[in-house]
C-alpha cells in the first residue's frame, strides 16, 4: 500500500523558516519523482516543486531562490525546506508521486500539512 506521510507545517512570522517532510512507503521510491504541490484557502492547486529520481529541481516562479526540495533515498523521504517565507505562502502542502512520462499528473497524493505565514 503506498503511504505518503507530512509533517513540519505549523504557524511562522513573515520572514521565517520551515522544512517540510514527506517520508513515503509502498513504492520504490529511489525511482519515482516527486512533488510538492499547494492549495490555499479558496484556490486551486498549485505546482510548487518537483524533484526527480536523478535529482533535477523544479520550482514554481513565486519560490525560487526561497524555497529548496531534495530527497533522501536512504530513509524514502522528500523535504521542502522554506525560507523568507511570505504571507502569500500560506496552504495546504501536499506530497504526490509524479505519474510516470508526465510533468503534472499525480498518481498519490499524502494528507498533506498546513503552512500558515502570519505576524
Known amino acids: 500500500e503506498v503511504q505518503l506521510v507530512e509533517s513540519g507545517g505549523g504557524l511562522v512570522q513573515p520572514g521565517g523558516s520551515l522544512r517540510l517532510s514527506c517520508a513515503a512507503s509502498g513504492f520504490t521510491f529511489s525511482s519515482s519523482a516527486m512533488s510538492w504541490v499547494r492549495q490555499a484557502p479558496g484556490k486551486g492547486r498549485e505546482w510548487v516543486s518537483t524533484?526527480?529520481?536523478?535529482?533535477?529541481?523544479y520550482y514554481t516562479g513565486s519560490v525560487k531562490g526561497r524555497f529548496t526540495i531534495s530527497r533522501d533515498n536512504a530513509k524514502n523521504t522528500v523535504y521542502l525546506q522554506m525560507n523568507s517565507l511570505k504571507p502569500e505562502d500560506t496552504a495546504h502542502y501536499y506530497c504526490a508521486i509524479v505519474r510516470a512520462g508526465s510533468l503534472n499528473e499525480y498518481d498519490y497524493w499524502g494528507q498533506g500539512t498546513q503552512v500558515t505565514v502570519s505576524s
Open positions: 524533484i526527480y529520481s536523478d535529482g533535477r529541481t
